[in-house]
């Protein structure tokens, strides 16, 4: 089955600084890659997703890489803000009616 | 956008009561949900999946008699607690496929039990 590898587990940045998150998967058949972002006492919400047949996708501050070769994807915020404090986990699948194997998230910290 | 409301956010319960949770999608039909646990700082493991109209495939090591789940309809799908323990207190957190699982993966807010 897939694998996905998260890193680091913990990032603390100062605000207005970049962050970036990786992971990297097993499954070459995984075509879709989805990131979630989970606020203190909440479900993870869906904050972009990318599809392989792209190499990159940015919606205003964040944006997310795919290396299929390398089989690894990124997440990148510029412009931290305090509320972009939260657990980030990335996610692998194949679609359709695979169910997505998740990372084991990434706690981000951002320093006023 | 697609939205799962899950209730309720908390519930405290004795040890030994039941305990029920409900997960609906609002503004889709949702032929698949699915049931998280979520140990502090730690990532979501798969409980179950729940498809419509059958009975639930549980994950390896998950005992079904404890954790009953029923997806009644298209809209909606329960998690029932059974005899509930203290080492059954955890995050517990739904999500809905609109058919197409790996796509369309919208998660509930979550529910935090406590078993005293």
């Known amino acids: 089955g897939e694998n996905v590898e998260q890193h680091p587990s913990t990032l603390s940045v100062q605000e207005g600084d970049s962050a970036v998150i990786k992971c990297t998967y097993s499954?070459?058949?995984?075509?879709?890659f989805p990131w979630y972002k989970q606020e203190l006492g909440k479900g993870p919400q869906l904050i972009i997703d990318?599809?392989?047949?792209?190499g990159e996708k940015k919606d205003q501050r964040i944006a997310v890489t795919l290396n299929k070769t390398a089989k690894h994807f990124s997440l990148h915020i510029t412009e931290t803000q305090p509320e972009d404090s939260a657990v980030y986990f990335c996610?692998?699948?194949?679609?359709?009616?695979?169910?997505?194997?998740f990372g084991r998230g990434t706690s981000l910290i951002v320093h006023p | 956008g697609a939205v799962v409301s899950q209730h309720p956010s908390r519930v405290i319960c004795k040890s030994g009561t039941s305990v029920k949770i409900e997960c609906r999608s609002l503004?889709?039909?949702?032929?698949?949900m699915f049931w998280y646990r979520q140990f502090p700082k730690q990532s979501l493991m798969l409980m179950a999946t729940?498809?419509?109209?059958?009975?639930?495939?549980?994950e390896q090591g998950v005992e079904k008699d404890k954790f009953l789940i029923n997806h009644a309809s298209l809209t909606l799908s329960t998690l029932t607690v059974t005899s509930a323990h203290p080492e059954d207190s955890s995050f517990y957190i739904c999500?809905?496929?609109?058919?197409?699982?790996?796509?369309?993966?919208?998660f509930g807010s979550g529910t935090r039990l406590t078993v005293v």
């Open positions: 999500s809905a496929s609109m058919g197409q699982g790996g796509y369309g993966y919208t």
């Open positions: 499954d070459s058949a995984s075509n879709y």
């Open positions: 990318i599809r392989s047949n792209v």
């Open positions: 996610a692998a699948s194949r679609g359709g009616s695979y169910i997505p194997t």
């Open positions: 503004d889709f039909q949702a032929t698949t």
């Open positions: 729940s498809n419509e109209g059958s009975k639930a495939t549980y």
